[in-house]
């Protein structure tokens, strides 16, 4: 690794393979299937490929919510996805997401099947399709989805700005984190001004904007993604600690972030709701 300070970059960037990096087998600069495979179909309508990042728990803590309220055609098949492996640039999984990112999901209720990709869009689809946990009324349903949006235009900046450099980048390099680490505290800072005045972030009534945001800055202010509570002072989000514990406290959140982890808490496919009763 060269010295980030001495780098000059030249005329036109080259793809120079990495062989020691934890990234090793996913970066490229190119997109498409790198071998042929077909993901597996289970016996639900829904079909999930996915894994238990925050990215990935966000869907299924939403499809558990949504078995928890009666709506038995929420039932699916999660699958594992192992991105490290490189499971996403199956064949398979390149048709259904051409962006090779979990989450992705396959309903086949509908006359031909439909692929959704992008966790929002997947939430959002879910959530109009059952009528649930999404204000189908205006102006609630302009603020749920634009804290859904938010999430997903922020998040980046947490995992891949602020988590890769203050945990994953072969050295630490005080530029990129305090660049990250500041966007990242002002983040918290709307959610815990927002939050002060709200129960959940839309008002009175939790929806999919607050799963989404949750799944990211909950599990970063609770369990303290990349091991940064400390140097990111989560403490002093009070607001944001009140709401986080309140959404970590459901039956169905906890369900949900138990899917598709490689751990003995969790399952790394999850087929029927006994799979994770079994755990509980
Ligand atoms: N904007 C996407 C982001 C999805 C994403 O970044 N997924 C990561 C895991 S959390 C992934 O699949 N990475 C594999 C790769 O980059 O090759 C979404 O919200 O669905």
């Not at 929420?74 to 199956?90: C, T």
């Not at 602020?162 to 918290?188: D, T, V």
């Not at 709307?190 to 945001?213: K, P």
Request: hydrophobic share 40%; net charge negative; proline share 5%.
């Amino acid at each position: 690794m060269s010295d980030s300070t001495q780098y000059q970059p030249p005329a036109a960037w080259t793809w120079v393979r990495e062989d020691e990096s934890r990234f090793a087998n996913i970066n490229r600069p190119i997109a498409g299937a790198t071998h042929d495979k077909e993901l597996p179909v289970g016996k639900h309508p829904l079909q999930l490929y996915s894994l238990g990042t925050p990215n990935g728990v966000k869907v299924t803590m939403l499809l558990e919510e949504l078995l928890a309220i009666g709506h038995q055609g929420a039932e699916y098949d999660a699958w594992l996805i192992n991105i490290g492996a490189g499971d996403q640039f199956s064949s398979g999984f390149v048709d259904i997401n051409p962006n090779s990112k979990i989450p992705a999901l396959v309903d086949h209720s509908t006359p031909a099947p439909t692929r959704v990709f992008e966790s929002g869009a997947i939430m959002l689809y879910l959530a109009e399709k059952f009528d649930a946990f999404v204000p189908n009324q205006e102006p609630g349903r302009a603020e749920c989805l634009s804290w859904l949006f938010w999430q997903i235009g922020s998040a980046p900046y947490l995992g891949g700005g602020f988590g890769h450099f203050y945990a994953y980048a072969p050295e630490k390099w005080e530029y990129p984190i305090n660049r990250f680490a500041m966007e990242i505290k002002r983040q918290l800072d709307v959610l815990n001004q927002t939050l002060s005045e709200r129960q959940f972030l839309c008002g009175d009534e939790y929806n999919i904007a607050d799963m989404a945001v949750y799944s990211w800055y909950g599990q970063l202010v609770l369990t303290g993604l990349y091991e940064s509570k400390e140097f990111l002072q989560v403490e002093s989000y009070t607001h944001v600690l009140r709401w986080a514990n309140e959404i970590h406290a459901r039956s169905a959140v906890q369900r949900g972030r138990k899917v598709n982890r490689v751990s003995k808490s969790g399952v790394a496919e999850r087929h029927d709701a006994s799979d994770l009763d079994a755990l509980n």
